[in-house]
């Protein structure tokens, strides 16, 4: 028996199946969308209505032929109406970025974060959220989700912080906190999300992509912490405990230099920001240390591409140029051609720009196989549809 919720569900997954083809090739008919999809007409029809008349998409002027029929009007994604809010706790800053739904940032601002007990932090991001509300409100936009990242290990589920050592956090039940500090300043009702900070980077370089996302893609990150976000096959991979990428504790050299998690001869010993600028003269070494741990990586994955981003990048121009060309060689060494590796996109913003993705990947794909809740949820309903 088919229940309303059911029916809920599969129209917000058609309806993301749409707006997922329509983000990747701009300016589809709905013929084409409906030849694409699979679905029908009559549903392509409903559902463009639909999602024309709550701001996601537009039509893209006159009536052109798609090659299937009657002349029909190209489609796009409508970023005149909706945006997102992306937030990077950082353990020295915040930053937050308001983001249209095609990527593009609007207003962003960053503060100094002083102290990092959870409640001082969750008012701070109130009042920079606040004020990043009140801009889109003034520009005329509707805030459609908010997106943290937080350099830790988080179950994105019930937004629990399951352990982040560069704030000294474990098991902080973040998400309740920020909700309730955001209601308190008058942001209310918004679908607000929390992911680790390299995740949501790697978030936001697949879905603010040009056309298809690159997939698997696994986004670098260097900063106070090294970690890594994994995009593979359409999602995050994040492990069974919200884990996955803490590729700063893969151990790079046998009893090395002293790491903050208390083992020896991590990734983080090498490549942290700190370290960094304690031993700036042996930024070549660690360098090349960042090239083991891509071509580590690569080798594991495969992936289509990889990002690297972070604080060491941003104050050490030439700290990713050295780790590509140590990759290169590892590669021309097996034969085989050179890996692509890049500098992230948005720069120092990768992780705020991401967390805004993360709140527009819950729109363009309902379904999280991630997360055990909602995995269980999403199956039942399945089952009873
Ligand atoms: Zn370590």
């Not at 912080?161 to 209310?188: D, H, I, K, Q, Y």
Request: proline share 4%; glycine share 10%.
């Amino acid at each position: 028996m088919t229940t309303i919720g059911d029916q809920q569900l599969v129209r917000r997954i058609n309806r993301s199946v749409l707006l997922r083809l329509l983000r990747a090739r701009p300016g589809l008919s709905r013929a084409r969308l409906a030849a694409e999809s699979g679905l029908t007409k009559s549903t392509v029809s409903l559902l463009v209505r639909e999602l024309l008349e709550d701001g996601w998409l537009d039509e893209a002027g006159a009536a052109v032929a798609d090659g299937l029929g009657r002349p029909s009007i190209p489609l796009q994604i409508n970023d005149g109406v909706r945006a997102l809010i992306g937030v990077e706790i950082a353990v020295e800053v915040v930053r937050v970025a308001c983001v249209s739904l095609l990527g593009e940032v609007l207003h962003s601002e960053s503060q100094p974060l002083h102290e990092h007990a959870p409640r001082a932090v969750c008012a701070q991001v109130a009042r920079m959220v606040s004020a990043a509300h009140r801009h889109l409100l003034a520009s005329g936009l509707r805030l459609s989700g908010i997106g943290v990242g937080v350099p830790g290990a988080v179950d994105d589920a019930t937004g629990l912080v399951r352990f982040a050592p560069n704030f000294g956090w474990r098991s902080v039940s973040l998400l309740p906190e920020l909700t309730e500090a955001l209601a308190a300043v008058g942001v209310a009702g918004v679908n607000v999300q929390l992911q680790n900070d390299a995740d949501a980077a790697a978030l936001g370089e697949f879905e603010f992509s040009e056309g298809e996302g690159e997939d698997p893609l696994i986004f670098v990150s260097c900063d106070v912490g090294v970690g890594a976000g994994i995009v593979l096959n359409d999602r995050l991979f994040v492990g069974a405990r919200g884990m996955a990428g803490e590729i700063g504790h893969t151990i790079l050299q046998v009893d090395g230099p002293l790491c903050s998690c208390g083992r020896k001869g991590c990734a983080e010993a090498f490549l942290g920001s700190r370290v960094l600028e304690r031993a700036a003269n042996d930024a070549e070494r660690a360098a090349a240390f960042l090239g083991v741990l891509l071509q580590n990586l690569w080798v594991t994955f495969e992936p289509r591409a990889i990002v690297v981003g972070g604080k060491s990048c941003q104050a050490h121009p030439a700290f990713l140029r050295r780790a590509i060309q140590t990759v290169q060689r590892y590669a021309e060494s097996a034969g085989m051609p050179a890996p692509n590796v890049r500098g992230a996109r948005f720069g120092e913003w990768a992780p705020a720009v991401g967390a805004a993705a993360l709140a527009l990947h819950e729109y363009l794909r309902p379904l999280h196989p991630n997360s055990e809740a909602r995995r269980e949820r999403a199956v039942r309903q399945l089952q009873s549809a």
